[in-house]
T-cell receptor
Framework: SAVISQKPSRDICQRGTSLTIQCQVD?????MFWYRQQPGQSLTLIAT?????????ESGFVIDKFPISRPNLTFSTLTVSNMSPEDSSIYLC????????????FGSGTRLTVV | QKEVEQNSGPLSVPEGAIASLNCTYS??????FFWYRQYSGKSPELIMF????GDKEDGRFTAQLNKASQYVSLLIRDSQPSDSATYLC?????????????FGAGTRLFVKA
């Protein structure tokens, strides 16, 4: 399965600022996803990062708040914009396994605290 | 509303016992089912996937699928303290071509030494 490097691993940010999270995969993958996991909660899909086109956002998530880039098949970024304390969460990128039937591989996550 | 339901636990079992984790799902069209293990402060790690009714064994883990009843379970034999984690059940969303996955809230497992 793919190896994913996700940066930063954690950050403490001021309210109103933005943070960009990077996800680098060691092989080309078709599907990349961005998830959020709030404390004690399960995973919520933010968006699917599409290579060469705009990301596909889930209900409740908008591009202005969570802009995503996917310039190639191994890299994606998620920006959390104009942050508020409610954005404090763990953000995870994931890619499909060797085929969608084999589940996902997750990055190590970014623990974001907004103060 | 597509849902994956799990008992949040915690489920506590003694070392060496069998831990049984259960999950139900709402969409009959789902075809792929996954179990992830998530240690505290870490990201989820895939441990089992199953597509066909019946049992699938991998080492100390057995996944069981019953599509008629819409449930999937995970058995951990000879439980070890290192198995203490949150176990997430996940199901593919057939209305998205199968490439999106719906996660349950997870069951916390404690294995007592």
């Amino acid at each position: 399965s793919a190896v994913i490097s996700q940066k930063p691993s954690r950050d403490i940010c001021q309210r109103g600022t933005s943070l960009t999270i990077q996800c680098q995969v060691d092989s080309q993958v078709t599907m990349m996803f961005w998830y959020r996991q709030q404390p004690g909660q399960s995973l919520t899909l933010i968006a699917t990062a599409n290579q060469g086109s705009e990301a596909t956002y889930e209900s409740g998530f908008v591009i202005d708040k969570f802009p995503i880039s996917r310039p190639n098949l191994t890299f994606s970024t998620l920006t959390v914009s104009n942050m508020s304390p409610e954005d404090s969460s763990i953000y995870l990128c994931s890619v499909e396994g060797p085929g969608l039937r084999y589940g996902y591989t997750f990055g190590s996550g970014t623990r974001l605290t907004v103060v | 509303q597509k849902e994956v339901e799990q008992n949040s636990g915690p489920l506590s079992v003694p070392e060496g016992a069998i831990a049984s984790l259960n999950c139900t799902y709402s969409d009959r069209g789902s075809q792929s089912f996954f179990w992830y293990r998530q240690y505290s402060g870490k990201s989820p790690e895939l441990i089992m996937f199953i597509y066909s009714n019946g049992d699938k064994e991998d080492g100390r883990f057995t996944a069981q699928l019953n599509k008629a009843s819409q449930y999937v379970s995970l058995l951990i034999r000879d439980s070890q303290p290192s198995d203490s984690a949150t176990y997430l059940c996940a199901v593919n969303d057939p209305h998205t071509g199968g490439f999106k996955t719906i996660f349950g809230a997870g069951t916390r497992l404690f294995v007592k030494a």
